[in-house]
C-alpha cells in the first residue's frame, strides 16, 4: 500500500531517522526509497497497510497527516490521467459520503481556484452525500510549489513559485504526535530553566531512543529534565543525574514538597516513571556494572549558556591524590557544606568520553543519543567519535546559519560491555593520525570560544 505522507515544516534532515525509528518501535521495517527527498514536505512510502501508516502518524513528531496515496503529476493534466488510471483505488468509495481538500505548500490557491480543482474531478461521478462535518471519505489535492522560483519549464501558479508537483490521495490520518509538542511546552512547565530543550527536539531525541514501556533510560547531564519527561511520556523508565544539583532541586526548594524536575515530572503525571535524580560526575560515576541502560540520551553543555564540568582543580599540578584532614580531624570532604573543585570539560573530550561511557553502560543494541555543536565551516564528518562496538545510525543537523548542533544516535553492536572506562584528567589521544599523519582534532573542540568569536566578528562586520 502506497502511503502519502505530509510533513511539519521543520527539521528536515531529522524526518528520515525519525521514520526509520517508529518504525522499528511499532515492530515493523521502513524502507526508504532510494529517491526520497528529506527536503521536500511530500513523501511516499511502501507500507504493509492502512493501520501502519495510522502507526506512524500517532508517534512521529514530524508528520502533520497520512493518506492514501492516489495519484501524482507534475501538472493537473498529467494529474487525471493518472486518476482515471487508478480507478481501481477510488471507484470502491463512489457511494460513501464525501468532501474535497484543497491545499498547497509555499503558495496560497484561492476559494474560486479550489472549487475549479474539485470541479475538474467531475468525472469521478461519485453520487454519495457531500458531507463537510462528517464525511467518510476525504479526498486531499496538494500541490507543491518551489519556493525559489528556479523549476524552469512547469506551469506558473496563482503565486510566484513554480509548480513542482501535485498529489491527490485519500486521507488516512493527522499526525496526532504534533498534540505533545503543545503538551511538553517549556513555557507551561511548572519547572524549567535557561538551558530546557524545547519540547520538539527533546520529543525527537526521544524518538530516537526508542522509548517505550519496559526501557529503562538516562540521561548523564540531566539539568531541568526535558529529556526524561518525553521519554517516560512513551512509557521509560527515566533517570538523571547531574554534577550540579542545583539544576536538579531547582530554587526554593525548602518550600516545596515537590521540587524541581520532580514537581514537573508530576505536572505531566510521569512520576511514577521517574526512577529519580542523582547528584554526580558521570566520569566519576556509582555504576558497578555495565549494560544497565537501553537508552543514553543527552543534551551536553557545551558552553553557550552554560559550560560543562568535571571534578578536579583546573591547575592540575595542585590535584590532590590523597584526602585533606582539617585541624579539627575530620576529612574535608565529609563535612556538609563541602563543595568539590571542578574544571571545565572540553567538549571534544566530554563527547568522546560519552561514546566509550555508552559502550560499557548500554545493552546490547541500546541507542546513545546526543547532541553535538559544529562550525558550519569547519565540521568535518570525521569529527564524530568513533569506538569498536558503537554504530552511527543517524547524523541530523539543526542549522542556526554560521553553527548547528547535529543530533547524533549510535547503537551498540558488541555484544560484551568491555573493561569499565576510565576518564583521565589530562584527556586521551583523539585518534587518528596513522601513518605519521597528525593527529585529527574535531571542529568542535574550543566551541565556546570559536562560537563568541565568531559572532564578534559579525557583529563587527
Not at 107 to 123: D, G, K, N, V
Amino acid at each position: 500500500m502506497q502511503i502519502l505522507v505530509r510533513f511539519a515544516q521543520s527539521h528536515q534532515e531529522f524526518r528520515i531517522p525519525e521514520l526509520l525509528s517508529v518504525a522499528q518501535v511499532c515492530g515493523f521495517e521502513l524502507k526508504i526509497p532510494d529517491d526520497a527527498d528529506a527536503t521536500r514536505p511530500f513523501m511516499v512510502l511502501d507500507l504493509p497497510d492502512e493501520h501502519h501508516a495510522r502507526l506512524l502518524a500517532r508517534r512521529c513528531i514530524l508528520i502533520k497527516a497520512v493518506s492514501e496515496f492516489w495519484a501524482t503529476g507534475a501538472t493537473a493534466e498529467e494529474l487525471h490521467v493518472a486518476v482515471k488510471a487508478n480507478e481501481a483505488a477510488w471507484r470502491p468509495y463512489e457511494h460513501t459520503s464525501f468532501k474535497f481538500l484543497v491545499g498547497a505548500y509555499n503558495q496560497t490557491i484561492s476559494s474560486a481556484e479550489q472549487r475549479a480543482r474539485m470541479e475538474s474531478l467531475r468525472y469521478m461521478d461519485f453520487d454519495g452525500k457531500i458531507d463537510l462535518k462528517h464525511p467518510e471519505l476525504v479526498m486531499e489535492w496538494w500541490e507543491e510549489y518551489d519556493d525559489a522560483g528556479e523549476l524552469s519549464g512547469l506551469p506558473r501558479g496563482g503565486g510566484k513559485g513554480l509548480l513542482r508537483q501535485i498529489f491527490f490521495s485519500r486521507a488516512i490520518e493527522d499526525g496526532s504526535a504534533r498534540t505533545l509538542v503543545h503538551k511538553f511546552d517549556v513555557k507551561k512547565r511548572a519547572y524549567f530553566g535557561n538551558t530546557s530543550m524545547e519540547a520538539e527536539i527533546s520529543l525527537l531525541m526521544a524518538n530516537q531512543t526508542l522509548a517505550s514501556p519496559g526501557k529503562l533510560m538516562y540521561d548523564p547531564f540531566v539539568g531541568t529534565g526535558s529529556m526524561l519527561y518525553t521519554a517516560a511520556h512513551f512509557g521509560a523508565i527515566v533517570f538523571g543525574s547531574d554534577i550540579d544539583g542545583r539544576q536538579i532541586r531547582g530554587r526554593g526548594t525548602e518550600k516545596k514538597e515537590t521540587p524541581g524536575v520532580e514537581s514537573a515530572a508530576r505536572q505531566y503525571g510521569l512520576a511514577g516513571r521517574l526512577l529519580g535524580c542523582a547528584t554526580f560526575d558521570v566520569t566519576r560515576n556509582p555504576w558497578r556494572r555495565g549494560g544497565l541502560f537501553d537508552a543514553i540520551v543527552t543534551d551536553p553543555p557545551y558552553g553557550v549558556r552554560a559550560g560543562a564540568k568535571r571534578l578536579g582543580r583546573k591547575d592540575l599540578t595542585k590535584q590532590r591524590t590523597s584526602p585533606v584532614r582539617l585541624s579539627d580531624g575530620i576529612l574535608s570532604h565529609v563535612k556538609p557544606d563541602y563543595i568539590p573543585p571542578t574544571r571545565p570539560y572540553e567538549l571534544a573530550d566530554l563527547a568522546r568520553d560519552l561514546v566509550r561511557f555508552a559502550r560499557w553502560a548500554l545493552r546490547p543494541g541500546g541507542r546513545l543519543v546526543f547532541f553535538l555543536p559544529t562550525v558550519t565551516d569547519e565540521y568535518a564528518a570525521v569529527d564524530i567519535p568513533t569506538l569498536e562496538g558503537m554504530e552511527l545510525v543517524a547524523n541530523s543537523c539543526q542549522d542556526f546559519g554560521s553553527w548547528g548542533r547535529r543530533l547524533i544516535t549510535m547503537r551498540k553492536v558488541a555484544q560484551d560491555d568491555g573493561e569499565r572506562p576510565e576518564f583521565p584528567l589530562e584527556g586521551l589521544p583523539y585518534g587518528g593520525g596513522s601513518n605519521g599523519e597528525e593527529e585529527h582534532v574535531p571542529a568542535h573542540k574550543g566551541f565556546r570560544d570559536k562560537y563568541f568569536a565568531g559572532f564578534k566578528r559579525e557583529e563587527k562586520e
